[in-house]
């Protein structure tokens, strides 16, 4: 098992690595995604996601007598997102899965960080330190600087688990 | 047909000297005029009947490819345009599929290739009397369909399905220029839709649609334009519309078709006075061969009386875009009696499948849809319980789809104990790699109750917490299987070992996110050569291993997808296939060839 590490050596450790500015695969992959989850989990095709978004939104009573109303989608987008949809990976470190999270539902960091908690539940997390790549190909710890500014700068995400 | 190679004349064979051992012999006689062997396998329709009687001898592989009319071609890439030119003359029908079946879930990315385009302009060349063109996960430009829609003047019939690359213009093409269409359907593609004004195309006079289904596409059309088309077609027999087609307006079309079999509403929530709710029930009453019915976007339940007289005799009720509490969905299956296939959303839980159980007794399909697949502090939807309740009351069910976020073993064999007939069995517990939620075990009996009560299983997709017991049992008992779709399951290499060396009518293998390695992958190395493909995503295979399984075995096609971020000696994403045409000459940059 890896030698546990305070948190600043995990922290420099991050600072370190040489991530290339520009991922193309990533730019081929059909970014329009509806999931907080994991890439292409459940099995739905992008037809059925563009209904589920819209029952997610629409029709916060499942299950009510009103009908929900359909947002047609009106671009090309395969997945049918909404224009103001900002998704960006999120890895756990030591985790082989990376999950995505649609940023532009969120509006503090505590939500953020709670609906994070929430996907990685099955880690069993002690503590943990949330990072972000800006968009100079940085990592920084996230926190420091008001939400809104951070939503701008913010490529990707990673969490670090703690030392203790 | 009789394929027996000794003719169908026993005495005549006994005498004649292509008996017995030179059947295969180009210089024995055959017993009968080449005219006459060409005439009895013009019957033979089936292809694998076809791939048998070619096999056969040389005449009669000849005779078989001089009367083959229609061409399918389940992996667009095992074969050549040139190559098929080559070998028939006479085709009028094509089907052809093109991406790995991942690539529904965004697994593959855009531009990968499965153009139909280079088909097509072989087509033009070598099958000016191409009727019919059925295309699956294929990509086709407006340019292509223009192609098509100029090249062929007897054509028929289109159907794409789960498609991309087009848009509205490509249909209006479509619709301008076959004058002999019959067939327009159009399912689940990625388009562009710009406007509804493709279907006013149509000619003024034109009157030979039987299949028209634009369910999929968003703009409204000319309603006069659908309305005339509608009245024209005399033999139209399916009809499904998009959502913007309100109640009043179905009402009009159905009083034109009265003669449909399958229908696909448009919205069904508009608000109607009195009158006209009455004359919307008569006019789905006087739909005498309604067996599908589908679309209902948007639903008023309040609405639904007006169905009821047509339900008594569907066959197939597709409901998995309607979001429908299990009250309202109970109300509607009670005049259901004699439905075969049923897709529903999750909406209706538990309760809901309860009303199935006990008001569909002839019930042979059931697919179960979430309505909210992301949320997984909602945990909506459907249980365990649910599915155990339909297999109580429908014995006959041997096709399953079913997405929940709970399962238990016991249930799982309980519910194949109550229906052993399954074919395709398909249960996807939402959430990765969850156990038994009652007994915290792996959900592996439940899968080796289902491959070992389901003799006649051809399709199988797992979920839950899998160990690499669940692939023993597989290997062991599935000798049926021929698809199998695997996903954060399993423990070691294995696992996968046991599915290749175990079932011997394997065709399509699909992993993702499983530890299958090195050694799993190269343990199925003559195994490949007998399957359509096999996908692994995510999983731990190297490149290396790649490089060696297709220096090992030249007919199959080896490509790798790489993720940047990983290392470089990872294969992410594998796709194997077998090919008769070599490597394929259209990979994008991000496809590597082995």
Not at chain 1, 108 to 127: H, P, R
Not at chain 2, 282 to 297: V, Y
Request: glycine letters at 6%; aromatic letters at 10%; one cysteine or more.
């Amino acid at each position: 098992m890896k030698k546990k590490r305070c948190f600043e050596e995990t922290f420099e450790e991050i600072n370190n690595v040489q991530v290339p500015r520009t991922l193309p695969l990533l730019d081929h992959i059909d970014l329009c995604e509806e999931e907080d989850g994991v890439v292409g989990w459940p099995p739905i095709n992008s037809w059925r996601k563009k209904i589920c978004h819209h029952h997610h939104h629409h029709n916060s009573r499942r299950g009510c007598t009103n009908p929900t109303n359909y947002v047609t989608v009106k671009n090309g987008c395969g997945g049918g997102s909404r224009s103001n949809s900002m998704y960006v990976k999120v890895k756990m470190e030591g985790v082989g899965i990376a999950r995505k999270v649609d940023l532009s539902r969120h509006h503090s960091y505590q939500t953020l960080i709670d609906t994070l908690m929430a996907m990685f539940v099955n880690e069993k997390v002690q503590g943990y330190k949330l990072a972000y790549q800006d968009k100079e190909g940085d990592w920084l710890l996230a926190g420091d600087m008001p939400w809104g500014t951070f939503i701008n700068s913010v490529q990707r995400l990673k969490l670090l688990r703690n030392g203790n | 047909m009789q394929t027996d190679p000794n003719g169908p004349n026993p005495k005549k064979s006994k005498d004649s000297p292509s008996n017995s051992a030179n059947t295969e012999s180009t210089q024995s006689p055959s017993p009968f005029p080449d005219e006459v062997l060409e005439k009895v396998l013009s019957f033979l329709n089936s292809d694998k009947d076809r791939s048998s009687v070619s096999l056969v001898c040389k005449d009669w592989y000849n005779a078989e490819r001089w009367t083959r009319t229609k061409l399918f071609i389940g992996n667009c890439y095992s074969v050549s345009p040139e190559i098929v030119a080559r070998r028939f003359t006479k085709i009028k029908s094509v089907t052809l599929k093109g991406k790995p079946r991942f690539s529904d879930f965004n697994l593959v990315p855009q531009n990968w290739g499965a153009d139909v385009h280079y088909w097509l302009l072989m087509f033009a060349n070598v099958y000016p009397f191409l009727e019919e063109l059925r295309l699956k996960r294929m990509t086709i430009s407006d340019e292509s369909l223009e192609l098509l829609a100029t090249s062929f003047p007897g054509f028929r019939a289109l159907s794409l399905m789960s498609c991309d690359g087009f848009s509205t213009d490509g249909l209006k093409a479509i619709a301008t220029h076959c004058r002999s269409l019959t067939e327009l359907d159009i399912q689940d593609v990625d388009m562009d839709d710009f406007c509804g004004g493709w279907l006013s195309c149509f000619p003024e006079d034109f009157g030979s649609l039987e299949v028209l289904n634009f369910a999929t596409l968003d703009s409204e059309v000319n309603f006069d334009a659908l309305e005339r088309l509608v009245s024209q077609c005399k033999s139209l027999r399916v009809l499904k519309v998009n959502k913007t087609i309100t109640l009043d307006q179905l009402q009009r079309l159905l009083l034109r078709a009265p003669q449909l079999m399958e229908l696909g509403t448009g919205s069904f929530q508009q608000e109607l006075l009195p009158g006209q709710f009455g004359d919307l029930g008569i006019a789905f009453s006087n739909c005498k061969n309604l067996r599908t019915l589908s679309g209902l976007w948007e639903v008023a339940s309040i609405y639904f009386p007006v169905l009821y007289v047509a339900c008594a005799s569907l066959t197939f009720l597709n409901l998995n875009y309607t979001a429908l509490r299990s009250d309202e969905f109970g109300s509607l299956l009670a005049h259901c009696p004699n439905l075969r296939r049923l897709w529903v959303l999750d909406t209706v839980e538990d309760k809901g499948l309860e009303a199935v159980g006990s008001s569909c007794p002839l019930l042979e399909e059931l697919r179960v849809f979430p309505a909210d697949p992301y949320d997984q502090h909602l945990r909506r939807g459907v249980t365990e319980s649910g599915f155990v309740a339909v297999s109580r009351g429908c014995r006959k069910l041997h096709y399953v789809l079913y997405f929940c976020w709970q399962m238990t073993n016991a249930a799982v064999a309980t519910i194949v104990q109550n229906c052993p007939n399954f074919t395709h069995f398909r249960l996807c517990i939402m959430n990765p790699g969850r156990p038994d939620y009652l007994t915290n075990e792996p959900m592996d009996e439940a899968f080796g109750a289902v491959v070992k009560n389901c003799t006649k299983l051809q399709r199988l997709s797992m979920s839950g917490l899998l160990t690499d017991l669940t692939f023993e049992y597989i290997g062991k008992y599935a000798k049926n299987l021929e698809t199998l779709s695997v996903a954060f399951a399993g423990s070691s290499d294995r696992g996968m070992q046991c599915v290749l060396e175990g079932c011997p009518k394997l065709r399509k293998l699909e992993i993702r996110d499983c530890p299958f390695g090195n050694a799993a992958l190269l343990s199925g190395l003559e195994k490949y050569e007998t399957m359509r493909s096999l996908w692994m995503s995510s999983c731990n295979v190297t490149i290396n291993a790649c490089q060696r399984l297709a220096r090992e075995m030249p007919r199959l096609n080896v490509e790798v997808m790489k993720d940047k971020e990983s290392d470089d000696s990872r294969a992410d994403k594998v796709y194997v296939y077998r090919s008769v045409a070599g490597p394929r000459r259209d990979a994008p940059p991000f496809v590597l060839t082995l």
